[in-house]
């Protein structure tokens, strides 16, 4: 109870408060009653401000007579008192005590009545001549001439942009009053505060104190009532005239107006091809938010992430970002939220959260790519050329697109070997050894819908791999004409089935007839189709002779294939 000149009795004294610390000014002595006594029973180590005329507090206080009794309470009511100091809105000693107070200070003072009620007193409070007694607490200080105070106590190395007026924001927060006391907390929420910042979605205090903000960036935002909630509080956990403390760490920090935008890290000297829309694309990343949380990473799943890109398969900001990419290259692609996950999120990616993909473009093709043959060497003589049916010896290295070997006969220290034109390798291979000549170097890029498709092999090649092999060709036997495994160098003996049936019986077994065709191939009058297994295609040539399967072939039965078609016989 401490307001200058007598009145009736007075409502319940209202005693806000908040927190600001200060450095006390000195104080009057403990002298006689007649004199305003002020022990400083504590004093905070930090006192940046104290209080002056003109400025406005809020406290706390017991009030006690001399001999204990107490006559008025701030606790009581369970709220602060509020006032202004020096202009004459509290009786004359507490006007002087509260000077040079600092916030969360308690004093004790004793104040003489010709500084309080005097010879008059309060009717049936106060008596007159009554000493006053008052435990005093400060909670807040502020001036109406204050603007908003902003510390940063951490501003990180890099800051390549700051928060303007509207730009959407996230960012997590302390609230505290001036004597430290918690009135919110969007840790405790485990949720950041999401927010536009200068189109009037915060209080004044705020929407200021943001500006200029870094992503990564902390400081205290000091904010008086008149810039946050004024005389009526919040209703809820901050009361009236309450001086707001924010310790603010910003997150995040986009505007509606983004774009993408792209950094490059390494872009390769060699960029034969860029990527375009329609492409399809194998690449590892690195996904974090703007302040470093890593929210995925291919790199951990140690799978590439393989999608088309331009036609919706990934966020609006991915398909755009990855345009124009070159094989070996990595960049930085910064997503906005309303062309990544917007509003909502999504897993552990917060709504409203801008993206950050660090990528490494491993490979990319387009589902219309044939295979691509770059000759590196042909011999003088390059006359002779591959074809369907022709049996080829020959070395590989196989690699992807960014260099990762995957096999090579060189260091196995033997060759593959394979008659072409048979399916013994995937037909992008098959294609890319057509029309090469002994002796000749190539290299062959074969897309994966040539090689070994979306699946891969497991363990061996990625699914959706383009393949690059360098390859040179060390023998070629040429083949038969197709849909022959057998063929006479010169004419055919008029009596073949009589030279073939040696005990003249009118049948032929299968070991008659392999005995036979072995010695033709044996003396060069007949040739068996290479890179095939001899006794396989000699057996394969007596089953299409023997028509009834009965394990024999009789004259009937015997015909060339001139004489029958169908059959890939003699």
């Known amino acids: 109870m401490a307001f200058r000149g007598w009145r009736p009795p007075p409502p319940p004294l209202l005693l806000l408060l908040l927190w600001v610390t200060g450095q006390a000014a000195p104080?009057?002595?403990?002298?006689?009653?007649?004199?305003?006594?002020?022990?400083?029973?504590?004093?905070?180590?930090?006192?940046?401000?104290?209080?002056?005329?003109?400025?406005?507090?809020?406290?706390?206080?017991?009030?006690?007579?001399?001999?204990?009794?107490?006559?008025?309470?701030?606790?009581?009511?369970?709220?602060?008192?509020?006032?202004?100091?020096?202009?004459?809105?509290?009786?004359?000693g507490m006007d002087q005590a509260l000077v040079g107070m600092c916030v969360n200070e308690r004093r004790f003072v004793k104040i003489p009545p010709k500084l309080a009620y005097g010879s008059e007193g309060v009717s049936g409070v106060i008596p007159p001549n009554s000493v006053l007694h008052f435990d005093v607490l400060l909670m807040d200080i502020w001036n109406s001439e204050d603007q908003v105070q902003i510390h940063t106590y951490f501003k990180p190395p890099s800051c390549p942009r700051t928060i303007q007026v509207s730009d959407f924001v996230r960012y997590?927060?302390?609230?505290?009053?001036?004597?430290?006391?918690?009135?919110?907390?969007?840790?405790?929420?485990?949720?950041?505060?999401?927010?536009?910042?200068?189109?009037?979605?915060?209080?004044?205090?705020?929407?200021?104190?943001?500006?200029?903000?870094?992503?990564?960036?902390?400081?205290i935002i000091t904010i008086p009532p008149f810039l946050a909630y004024g005389e009526d509080g919040d209703g809820k956990d901050i009361p009236g005239q309450a001086s707001l403390v924010f310790d603010v760490a910003l997150l995040d920090l986009h505007n509606p107006k983004d774009s993408i935008s792209i950094e490059n890290k390494v872009v390769p000297e060699n960029c034969e091809r860029i990527s375009q829309s329609g492409d399809f694309l194998r690449y590892h990343y690195n996904g974090t938010l703007l302040d470093g949380t890593l929210f995925d990473s291919s790199y951990s799943r140690n799978r590439t992430f393989d999608t088309y890109i331009g036609q919706g398969y990934v966020i609006p900001g991915m398909d755009e970002g990855l345009l124009g990419v070159c094989i070996g290259e990595k960049r930085r692609i910064v997503v906005p939220p309303h062309l990544g996950y917007g509003e909502e999120g999504r897993g552990n990616i917060p709504g409203s959260a801008v993206l950050v993909f660090d990528i490494h473009v491993i490979d990319f093709h387009n589902p219309s790519d044939s295979i691509s043959i770059t000759s590196h060497y042909k011999p003088p003589d390059c006359s002779v050329l591959s074809k369907k049916g022709d049996y080829l010896k020959y070395h590989y290295n196989a690699s992807l697109l960014d260099g990762t070997l995957l096999d090579s006969t060189w260091n196995?220290?033997?060759?593959?070997?394979?008659?072409?034109?048979?399916?013994?390798?995937?037909?992008?291979?098959?294609?890319?050894?057509?029309?090469?000549?002994?002796?000749?170097?190539?290299?062959?890029?074969?897309p994966p819908h040539l090689g070994y498709g979306e699946a891969?092999?497991?363990?061996?090649?990625?699914?959706?791999?383009?393949?690059?092999?360098?390859?040179?060709?060390?023998?070629?036997?040429?083949?038969?004409?197709?849909?022959?495994?057998?063929?006479?160098?010169?004419?055919?003996?008029?009596?073949?089935?009589?030279?073939?049936?040696?005990?003249?019986?009118?049948?032929?077994?299968?070991?008659?007839?392999?005995?036979?065709?072995?010695?033709?191939v044996a003396s060069g009058k007949g040739k068996l189709a290479p890179g095939f297994d001899a006794e396989l295609v000699v057996k394969n040539m007596f089953t299409n002779q023997d028509r009834n399967g009965?394990?024999?072939?009789?004259?009937?039965?015997?015909?060339?294939?001139?004489?029958?078609?169908?059959?890939d016989e003699l």
Not at 554 to 563: G, P
């Open 27 to 92: 104080v009057a002595g403990l002298g006689s009653d007649a004199e305003l006594q002020i022990e400083r029973r504590f004093v905070p180590d930090e006192c940046p401000r104290t209080v002056r005329s003109g400025d406005f507090v809020r406290y706390h206080y017991v009030g006690t007579f001399p001999d204990g009794q107490k006559f008025d309470s701030s606790y009581d009511r369970d709220s602060t008192f509020n006032v202004f100091v020096g202009k004459g809105q509290l009786i004359t």
């Open 412 to 446: 196995l220290g033997k060759t593959y070997n394979i008659v072409l034109g048979s399916g013994q390798v995937v037909l992008g291979m098959d294609m890319g050894l057509r029309e090469m000549c002994v002796g000749e170097k190539r290299t062959v890029i074969i």
């Open 172 to 219: 997590h927060y302390n609230g505290t009053f001036l004597d430290g006391t918690l009135f919110d907390s969007s840790h405790n929420r485990m949720k950041t505060y999401d927010t536009y910042v200068g189109i009037g979605w915060l209080i004044p205090g705020m929407d200021k104190g943001l500006l200029g903000m870094c992503v990564g960036e902390k400081r």
């Open 550 to 567: 009965d394990g024999k072939v009789t004259a009937e039965e015997f015909k060339l294939k001139d004489q029958e078609a169908k059959h």
């Open 456 to 520: 891969g092999v497991d363990g061996e090649v990625p699914g959706s791999a383009v393949l690059v092999f360098d390859i040179e060709l060390l023998e070629l036997v040429a083949g038969l004409p197709e849909g022959y495994m057998f063929i006479w160098n010169g004419e055919v003996s008029p009596n073949l089935f009589e030279e073939i049936d040696k005990d003249g019986n009118g049948e032929v077994l299968l070991e008659e007839f392999s005995e036979y065709i072995h010695a033709q």
